[in-house]
């Protein structure tokens, strides 16, 4: 619980920050049976992000990391819709763009596991052939689909709720079973503290690593059809561009360390929620869109110091204060003196 506090703490101020600028931030809505606000928003917007951060976590659990979820974001959403386009069902376009996703992912952790290829250079091919495959798939194109039933999978509602929150909660819980509930978070985290001496104590590394890489690229996939059903199009050039990016930033604010080991994905979603929060706040406050980046850099990098433990230690300890090591210690060095 710990962990959770500092990403719990600056999501609360970056909410109550809001407040200043939209008075009515916090007001949730009932129009035409569909609950609308700002925190709806973020919640329906933040959901492809939280979905790609969860298999991300997974990955850098294992000591890897995975730049091809972007990428990996336009092919789902560019196959699913070129599906659609000519008329094939929803259970076909959603089956072959998830089963390429798999198929992707797979072949990451191949690269990785068994090759021996560094994860940020396997991942690095895919991340850019991935984004000219996406390319191919649409032919250059921004394919527009005409399908309500493909449009509740990111732009629909159920139950007066955006129905991506749904299909968030459902993939963190089963996430959160499978890591928590069952010994397969255990040993994604010994893979990632020693991967040689998992193996050693019989642990499959190269079949979990495999696994993580494909589960990661399975939640880009839901994360793009999110993404396409919700603006009913597909567009291979922009589409989950640099959302690899701000996935590793979500799992780092909340917690998870970049060497590998220990995970949390509770931390992860509080990561997620902090940055759309913060792209949220951006635009309510006012801020010019070509300092955008720029000032969403310095937020992110506050986040991450106020985090640190030992950055707090040095923060907040007295200048010019030394640490007085007793009269013996002093006497000491008169002696040697």
Not at 28 to 45: A, K, M, P
Not at 106 to 131: C, E, S
Request: net charge positive; with cysteine.
């Amino acid at each position: 619980m710990r962990r959770l506090l500092w990403p719990a703490v600056v999501l609360v101020l970056l909410l109550a920050l809001n407040v200043f600028f939209t008075p009515s931030f916090f007001s949730i809505q009932v129009t035409e049976g569909h609950l609308y606000g700002s925190l709806i928003d973020i919640l329906r917007f933040g959901a492809p992000l939280i979905l790609v951060s969860l298999g991300m976590t997974l990955v850098i659990a294992t000591g890897g990391i995975d730049l091809s979820v972007g990428s990996v974001v336009a092919i789902s959403g560019a196959l699913a819709c070129l599906q659609i386009s000519e008329d094939a069902s929803l259970f076909t376009a959603v089956a072959a763009a998830l089963g390429l996703c798999l198929v992707l992912g797979a072949w990451n952790g191949f690269l990785v596991a068994t090759v021996g290829i560094q994860p940020i250079i396997a991942t690095l091919v895919l991340m850019v052939a991935g984004r000219g495959l996406a390319q191919l798939i649409t032919g250059g194109q921004i394919i527009t689909v005409n399908s309500p039933a493909y449009k509740l999978i990111g732009g629909g509602y159920w139950l007066t709720v955006p129905f991506g929150i749904f299909i968030v909660v459902a993939v963190l819980a089963i996430t959160a079973f499978l890591t928590r509930r069952l010994a397969l978070g255990m040993l994604i985290e010994s893979v990632g503290g020693n991967a040689e001496a998992s193996r050693l104590a019989g642990i499959r590394a190269r079949g979990i690593v495999i696994m993580v890489y494909a589960f990661a690229a399975l939640c880009a996939g839901v994360a793009g059809l999110m993404i396409s059903s919700n603006v009913s199009s597909a567009d291979g050039n922009n589409a989950g561009l640099w959302i690899e990016l701000d996935a590793i930033l979500a799992v780092v604010i909340g917690g998870t360390s970049l060497s590998g080991g220990r995970f949390s994905l509770g931390g992860t979603v509080l990561g997620a929620l902090i940055i759309q929060t913060l792209t949220t706040t951006i635009y309510s406050i006012g801020v010019p869109p070509e300092t955008t980046l720029l000032f969403k850099a310095l937020v992110v990098t506050a986040v991450c110091l106020i985090q640190s433990p030992s950055f707090r230690a040095k923060a907040f300890r007295r200048r010019g204060k030394v640490p007085s090591a007793g009269p013996a210690a002093e006497e000491k060095v008169q002696v040697t003196a």
